[in-house]
């Protein structure tokens, strides 16, 4: 009891104490241009947060905004983590799961972990700009954002919470064996000098190849073939825990690549390096598939990455060129084209053409099997450090002098000698698992709202149809002919070619009601030249196979009797619109 | 009622036709209360259809430490023998278990028996309508017109059976076959015929899109929804591999049973009769293709054996279309993969009693019609009947043809033979497995506490220790040889651990320490699907 009493003073406490650091006084801030001046929910974007941090501010937000942002979970990680999706639109106008829609998610790799905090950004911004931004409440109004901050949350977690590089681990937790040997997880990386970061490990060793680098002898650099080495690098922090002359080869760091699960093109893993063991065995990535197969409306989609400052698409393997046709590489490339403008130092690329062929990746399902334009970002780019391009000069190093002259080395771990059980005594020392693929504390939301810029854009090109005419011609006889006609104002068709291919959508709906009798129903092909086809079946709801993005499409009917006519559209990517005459 | 009280009497299960899953999983049940100590029964999941998907383990002690072959009937749901093959091999192997020499078998190897892949789709052939179907109980919209279920089959004849119509069209691309006025086969334009029918199955275009049957309940069929080649958004394919909670069940098991070398499944691919041959291209490429060189080779020594214990010839092609269990199970499963129907209708000989005289035109249907009056079936064909169809106002419509599964499934009667001779051949088929040895010990003092140890771990099996694609998967252990030392012992010369991609059929691999200190060691060797065994060494 006493302890209870305790618990809620404890928590009353906090509760008074959040509040007072939470909302600054209206008159003690000043609005800068483009952010909220004073938010309900008071993040602190230079910082990343765990699972449970996460699921605090999705808590937070739907709590503040309820008629703007509704939380759900769409599912649970392996080790029973939720998978929080924080759904963002104005629940107050229109039917939320027929506005089109746009998916957001991030850190399907678990080290690369800031996907969540832009993603998380986007939510907090729409709702907490709500409020005095007209676009974003027209936005709002016709578009639906369903964003889920991490599906990898408990690697995200492990990330964060256990000894890494910046690299681990890319993968979930389920366990694998990966040498074969029938142990599993024997030889994992071994934090040595306890310290929560697995740098690297050095020996000092006169015919080693290396030396410090005179310009900052933090920094390693290779002797040239003339010259005398001082060290040699042993590798990654750790033992050979197993015996078996091998280091860290078998370790939970990386058991699988959790976007070399999705289901198209998917291939076995002696093909594609990290696949599972079929598509959608990694029950995150079955639960983002679940809930998109049930929101037809989803029109549009984004993953982040990191790093290298790219706006790609796929395909990711070769064999798929001929499954990305012209009319959407055209839509790709004008929203891409933007982004690259949005996001200075990110470069819109094609991932088998420009990277790798990665077979089974999350975008190429998105596209491919569903029809939703999909971009992946990868984020964090070192032309962010000084705003200007990599140099090749490996004197310059600017990891190194951005480390010391804007972090103030805190991002290193200076050398340190150990006595290693197998290598005898060496150092270890390097860079921290936070530097390098995450951003810096404050470049974080500068680079979060850029790309936030790049996806309320994208969301902005999913159709909008309007009934931009209802006409009513006399025919003689009591007949009359109705023409109506459907436009689609943004950039995306209703059916992306892939989708309008393999019918993977129904065809879109244009109903006609009137109180006269419907004789017959046409798609008009060409109005001027009088050219349409007739569907018998089923007149009075016209079945088109695709709106087309800045285009439109005419259907007819001829009635009997007449009088007022109210025209429906339905379309599952394309939302639904209604007008009469 | 003889047939009957002779059963009765013999307290067998003696049934007069196949079993629906009732039947199935009370056998099943059966034997796993019959032989407790070797059948061991456990249901993996349930379909959408609510019908249980089970999983027989066959073996005896450590099951899993055994070298094993998994066994997969109902592949296609059409296919009721494939079932019948899988619970009757379960049946005949048990039985004959008091014989040392299966005994001896269940010590050394343990058989995974998954009796019925499509149960959902099966229980079709026990319905009020009968019809060829391979799709489980998941709703599908086939044609992807956004709309499920909405053009099934339509008994218009009225005989509970769907079977065949046909339109006289002066567009039609079937003719009737010269030997047999019954059978339609297609015309031969090149050979300037004309032809006079249109074929379709039994049915009305119940949605009126110019389509028949296009979309019946009936929705994703196993042997179509593999992860190879899957043929995402075809009709029963799914729209992704995998889709299914049964494909899924079979896949999870699988990926886990590390010991299992070889999967041998019941359905219409085939390269048991004939083998699957090596082609370097198809080989070589990035998402290989076609078998690599030594598991052709291994595919040819086993089709060898399985015409020679099963006497079976004559076996029809069969082309393998993707998404299928038969190349899951080499290329994504990596382990040696077979198939076989089983049975097939036997190539007719013109009966000359009845002045009948051999084909002048081959054609499945023709050869299956004279088979079966040779043999006295009857009522398997419906003869041609004119109907009025609505969707053909004004022309000559008839319904008949063949009865749906007789062309791929034995009258049941003869099933018995066919399971006696698979069961046979899935015996023999384990006597090549892979099975690792440590030979040729030799120990050498090199100094007062310093020993040589030096053995040949070899594979005395007929089989590799793993296919030769099988040694790049992910999720197959690889042929460890180590040593365990113990008290101070320390390995000085030589690795202590060894993985090995494989050990060939009778192939060697020769190894050997340096040890210092005194007692007992041992030397350990082998994988999980070739066995492990161990050896002490006195130092």
């Given at each position: 009891?006493?302890?209870?009493?305790?618990?809620i003073?404890?928590?009353i406490?906090?509760?008074?104490?959040?509040?007072?650091?939470?909302?600054?006084?209206?008159?003690q801030?000043?609005?800068?241009?483009?952010?909220p001046?004073n938010p309900?929910?008071t993040v602190?974007w230079?910082?990343?947060?765990?699972?449970?941090?996460?699921?605090e501010?999705?808590k937070?937000?739907a709590?503040?905004?309820?008629e703007?942002?509704?939380?759900?979970?769409?599912?649970?990680?392996?080790?029973?983590?939720?998978l929080?999706?924080?759904?963002?639109?104005?629940f107050?106008k229109g039917n939320v799961?027929?506005?089109?829609?746009?998916y957001?998610?991030?850190?399907?790799?678990?080290n690369?972990?800031?996907?969540?905090?832009?993603?998380?950004?986007t939510?907090?911004?729409?709702t907490?700009?709500?409020?005095d931004?007209?676009?974003?409440?027209?936005l709002?109004?016709d578009k639906v954002?369903?964003?889920?901050?991490?599906?990898?949350?408990?690697a995200?977690d492990?990330?964060?919470?256990?000894?890494n590089t910046?690299?681990?681990?890319?993968?979930?937790?389920i366990?694998?064996?990966?040498?074969g040997d029938?142990?599993?997880?024997?030889?994992?990386?071994?934090?040595l000098?306890?310290d929560?970061?697995i740098?690297?490990?050095?020996?000092?060793?006169?015919?080693?190849?290396?030396?410090?680098?005179?310009?900052?002898?933090?920094?390693?650099?290779?002797?040239?073939p003339?010259?005398?080495?001082?060290?040699e690098i042993?590798g990654?922090?750790?033992?050979?825990?197993d015996?078996d002359g091998?280091v860290?080869?078998d370790?939970y760091?990386?058991?699988?690549?959790?976007?070399?699960?999705?289901?198209?093109?998917w291939?076995?893993?002696?093909i594609?390096n990290?696949?599972?063991?079929?598509?959608?065995?990694?029950?995150?990535?079955?639960?983002?598939?679940?809930?998109?197969?049930?929101?037809p409306n989803?029109?549009?989609?984004q993953?982040?990455?990191?790093?290298g400052?790219?706006?790609l698409?796929?395909p990711?393997g070769?064999?798929?060129?001929?499954t990305?046709?012209?009319q959407?590489?055209?839509?790709?490339?004008?929203?891409?084209?933007?982004?690259?403008?949005?996001?200075?130092?990110?470069?819109?690329?094609?991932?088998?053409?420009?990277?790798?062929?990665?077979?089974?990746?999350?975008?190429?399902w998105?596209?491919?099997?569903?029809?939703?334009?999909?971009?992946?970002?990868?984020?964090?780019?070192?032309?962010?450090?000084?705003m200007?391009?990599g140099?090749?000069?490996?004197?310059e190093?600017?990891?190194f002098?951005?480390?010391?002259?804007?972090?103030?080395?805190?991002?290193?771990?200076?050398?340190k000698?150990y006595?290693?059980?197998?290598?005898?005594?060496i150092?270890?020392g390097?860079?921290k698992?936070?530097?390098?693929?995450?951003?810096?504390?404050?470049?974080?939301?500068?680079?979060?709202?850029r790309?936030?810029?790049f996806?309320?854009y994208h969301?902005?090109?999913t159709?909008?149809?309007e009934?931009?005419?209802?006409?009513?011609?006399?025919?003689?006889?009591?007949l009359?002919?109705?023409?109506?006609?459907?436009?689609?104002?943004?950039?995306?068709?209703?059916h992306?070619?892939q989708?309008a291919?393999?019918?993977i959508?129904?065809?879109?709906?244009?109903s006609?009601?009137t109180?006269?009798?419907?004789?017959?129903g046409?798609?008009v092909?060409?109005?001027d030249?009088?050219?349409?086809?007739?569907q018998?079946?089923?007149p009075?709801?016209?079945e088109?196979p695709?709106?087309?993005?800045?285009?439109?499409?005419t259907v007819?009917?001829?009635?009997?009797?007449?009088?007022?006519?109210?025209?429906s559209?339905?379309?599952?990517?394309?939302g639904?619109?209604?007008?009469?005459? | 009622?003889?047939?009957?009280?002779?059963?009765?009497?013999?307290?067998?299960?003696?049934?007069?036709d196949?079993?629906?899953?009732?039947?199935?999983?009370s056998?099943?049940?059966a034997?796993?209360?019959a032989?407790p100590?070797?059948?061991?029964l456990k249901?993996?999941?349930?379909?959408?259809g609510?019908?249980?998907?089970?999983?027989?383990?066959?073996?005896t002690?450590?099951t899993e430490?055994?070298?094993?072959?998994?066994?997969?009937?109902?592949?296609e749901?059409?296919?009721?023998?494939?079932?019948?093959l899988?619970?009757?091999?379960?049946?005949q192997l048990?039985?004959?278990?008091?014989?040392?020499?299966?005994?001896?078998l269940?010590?050394?190897?343990?058989?995974?028996?998954?009796?019925?892949m499509?149960?959902d789709?099966?229980?079709?052939y026990?319905?009020?309508?009968?019809?060829?179907?391979?799709?489980?109980?998941?709703?599908?919209?086939?044609?992807r017109?956004?709309?499920?279920?909405?053009?099934g089959?339509?008994?218009?004849?009225g005989?509970?059976?769907?079977?065949?119509?046909r339109?006289?069209?002066v567009?039609?691309?079937?003719?009737?076959?010269?030997?047999?006025?019954?059978v339609?086969v297609?015309?031969?334009i090149?050979?300037g015929?004309?032809?006079?029918?249109?074929?379709f199955s039994?049915g009305?275009?119940?949605?009126?899109?110019?389509?028949?049957?296009?979309d019946?309940?009936?929705?994703?069929?196993f042997?179509?929804?593999?992860?190879?080649?899957?043929?995402?958004?075809?009709?029963?394919a799914?729209?992704?591999?995998?889709?299914?909670?049964?494909?899924r069940?079979?896949?999870?098991?699988?990926?886990?049973?590390?010991?299992?070398?070889?999967?041998?499944?019941?359905g219409?691919?085939?390269?048991?009769?004939?083998?699957?041959?090596?082609?370097?291209?198809?080989?070589?490429?990035?998402?290989?293709?076609?078998?690599?060189?030594?598991?052709?080779k291994?595919?040819?020594m086993?089709?060898?054996?399985?015409?020679?214990?099963?006497?079976?010839?004559?076996a029809?092609?069969?082309?393998v279309?993707?998404?299928?269990?038969?190349?899951?199970?080499?290329?994504h499963?990596?382990?040696?993969?077979?198939?076989t129907?089983?049975?097939?209708v036997?190539?007719?000989?013109?009966?000359?009693?009845?002045?009948?005289?051999?084909?002048?035109?081959e054609?499945?249907t023709a050869?299956?019609?004279r088979?079966?009056?040779?043999?006295?079936?009857?009522?398997t064909?419906?003869?041609?009947?004119?109907i009025?169809?609505p969707?053909f106002?004004?022309?000559?419509?008839?319904?008949?043809?063949?009865?749906?599964?007789?062309?791929?499934?034995p009258?049941y009667?003869?099933?018995?033979?066919?399971?006696?001779?698979?069961?046979?051949?899935?015996?023999?088929?384990?006597?090549?497995?892979a099975?690792i040895?440590?030979?040729?010990?030799?120990?050498?003092?090199?100094?007062n506490?310093?020993t040589?140890?030096s053995?040949?771990?070899?594979?005395?099996?007929g089989?590799?220790?793993?296919?030769?694609l099988?040694?790049?998967?992910?999720?197959?252990?690889?042929?460890?040889?180590?040593?365990?030392?113990?008290?101070?012992?320390?390995?000085?010369?030589g690795?202590?651990?060894?993985?090995l991609n494989?050990?060939?059929?009778?192939?060697?691999?020769?190894?050997?320490?340096?040890?210092?200190?005194?007692?007992?060691?041992?030397v350990?060797a082998?994988?999980?699907?070739?066995?492990t065994?161990?050896?002490?060494?006195?130092?």
């Open positions: 009891m006493k302890q209870f009493t305790l618990k003073i404890a928590s406490l906090v509760l008074a104490s959040g509040m007072s650091v939470q909302a600054q006084l209206p008159d801030v000043f609005k800068a241009a483009g952010s001046v309900k929910v602190t230079n910082r990343y947060y765990d699972h449970a941090g996460i699921s501010i999705c937070k937000i709590a503040a905004y309820p703007l942002a509704k939380l759900q979970s769409i599912g649970k990680s392996f080790e029973g983590r939720d929080w999706c924080l759904t963002i639109t104005d107050k799961d027929k506005k089109p829609g746009m957001i998610d991030g850190n399907i790799h678990s690369e972990i800031q996907g969540a905090e832009f993603a998380l950004y939510a907090w911004y729409l907490e700009s709500f409020g931004t007209k676009f974003i409440q027209e709002l109004e954002f369903y964003i889920v901050p991490t599906i990898n949350p408990d995200r492990s990330y964060m919470h256990k000894p910046a690299s681990s681990p890319r993968s979930g937790v366990p694998v064996d990966n040498d029938g142990l599993v997880n024997e030889d994992n990386y071994d934090d000098n306890k929560g970061h740098t690297m490990m050095r020996r000092k060793n006169p015919n080693g190849r290396w030396k410090l680098d005179p310009k900052d002898p933090r920094s390693m650099v290779q002797v040239g003339d010259e005398k080495g001082e060290y042993l990654i922090e750790g033992i050979d825990n015996g091998r860290n080869e370790g760091t990386f058991e699988y690549d959790p976007n070399r699960d999705w289901g198209w093109g291939q076995p893993n002696y594609q990290g696949a599972y063991k079929y598509p959608f065995s990694l029950p995150e990535n079955r639960a983002v598939m679940e809930f998109v197969v049930k929101h989803i029109a549009a989609a993953s982040f990455h990191n790093s400052g790219m706006i698409r796929g990711g070769q064999e798929d060129i001929g990305y046709n012209q959407d590489i055209a839509v790709y490339d004008a929203i891409a084209k933007k982004g690259e403008e949005l996001i200075p130092g990110y470069k819109y690329l094609v991932v088998y053409k420009d990277l790798y062929s990665a077979y089974g990746g999350e975008l190429d998105f596209y491919a099997g569903r029809g939703i334009y999909t971009y992946s970002n990868e984020l964090w780019t070192p032309f962010l450090m000084f200007k391009e140099s090749r000069d490996p004197s190093n600017p990891a002098s951005f480390d010391r002259y804007l972090l103030f080395q805190d991002a290193f771990v200076p050398w000698e006595d290693h059980p197998q290598y005898g005594k150092e270890v390097g860079m698992k936070n530097y390098g693929r995450a951003h810096p504390g404050f470049l974080l939301e500068s680079d979060a709202h790309n936030m810029a996806s309320i969301c902005f090109h159709p909008k149809l009934v931009s005419e209802i006409t009513e011609k006399d025919l003689g006889d009591g009359k002919e109705v023409t109506a006609v459907i436009t689609n104002t943004r950039l995306m068709p209703t992306s070619s989708d291919k393999n019918k959508e129904r065809p879109d709906y244009i006609l009601t109180t006269g009798k419907i004789l017959s046409m798609h092909e060409n109005r030249l009088n050219l349409s086809v007739e018998e079946q089923n009075q709801t016209i088109v695709n709106i087309p993005g800045l285009g439109s499409v007819k009917w001829i009635v009997q009797g007449g009088g007022k006519y109210t025209v559209v339905d379309s599952k990517k394309g639904t619109v209604t007008a009469s005459k | 009622m003889i047939t009957t009280l002779l059963c009765w009497i013999a307290g067998t299960i003696c049934a007069q196949y079993s629906n899953a009732t039947q199935q999983a056998r099943l049940d034997l796993a209360k032989y100590q070797m059948a061991s249901s993996l999941t349930k379909t959408n609510g019908k249980d998907i089970w999983v027989l383990t066959i073996g002690g450590k430490t055994k070298p094993a072959i998994a066994v997969i009937g109902g592949v749901g059409n296919h009721l023998l494939g079932a019948e899988a619970i009757g091999f379960a049946e048990l039985k004959g278990s008091n014989t040392d020499s299966i005994r001896a269940l010590n050394r190897t343990t058989y995974y028996v998954f009796p019925n499509s149960p789709a099966m229980e079709q026990f319905g009020k309508l009968r019809y060829d179907r391979t799709g489980n109980a998941t709703t599908t919209d086939e044609d017109d956004g709309k499920a279920d909405e053009d089959w339509d008994d218009l004849d005989n509970a059976k769907i079977s065949f119509m339109v006289e069209s567009t039609g691309d079937y003719k009737v076959h010269p030997d047999d006025a019954r339609l297609k015309a031969d090149s050979k015929e004309k032809g006079k029918y249109k074929l039994e009305a275009d119940n949605d009126k899109d110019g389509q028949f049957n296009e019946a309940e009936g929705g994703i069929a042997n179509k929804n593999l992860t190879y080649i899957h043929k995402t958004f075809a009709a029963g799914g729209d992704y591999p995998a889709s299914e909670k049964e494909t069940a079979l896949l999870d098991f699988l990926y886990d049973a590390f010991n299992v070398y070889a999967v041998v499944s019941f219409s691919n085939n390269n048991l009769s004939t083998p699957l041959t090596y082609n370097p291209q198809a080989a070589a490429q990035r998402i290989v293709a076609g078998l690599l060189e030594p598991d052709a291994v595919n040819g086993v089709s060898e054996l399985y015409n020679k214990v099963t006497g079976t010839k004559d029809p092609r069969s082309n279309t993707g998404g299928d269990v038969l190349s899951w199970g080499y290329f499963y990596g382990r040696y993969s077979f198939s129907p089983g049975w097939w036997p190539k007719t000989k013109p009966d000359t009693t009845k002045k009948e005289k051999a084909f002048t035109l054609d499945p050869n299956y019609l088979w079966a009056s040779q043999q006295g079936i009857a009522n064909f419906t003869e041609w009947k004119t009025q169809h969707d106002p004004g022309q000559k419509v008839e319904v008949g043809g063949v009865d749906p599964y007789v062309l791929n499934n009258p009667k003869m099933a018995d033979d066919v399971v006696k001779k698979h069961t046979a051949f899935l015996v023999k088929l384990a006597s090549h497995q099975e040895d440590i030979v040729n010990l030799k120990t050498e003092k090199l100094a506490g310093l040589r140890i053995v040949d771990v070899v594979n005395k099996g089989l590799s220790t793993h296919s030769k099988g040694e790049r998967s992910y999720f197959i252990k690889k042929v460890k040889v180590a040593v365990q030392t113990s008290g101070k012992q320390e390995v000085v010369g690795r202590k651990i060894n993985l494989s050990i060939e059929a009778n192939g060697a691999s020769s190894f050997s320490w340096v040890v210092k200190g005194t007692g007992k060691l041992v350990e082998g994988c999980p699907t070739a066995g065994k161990t050896i002490e060494v006195n130092l």
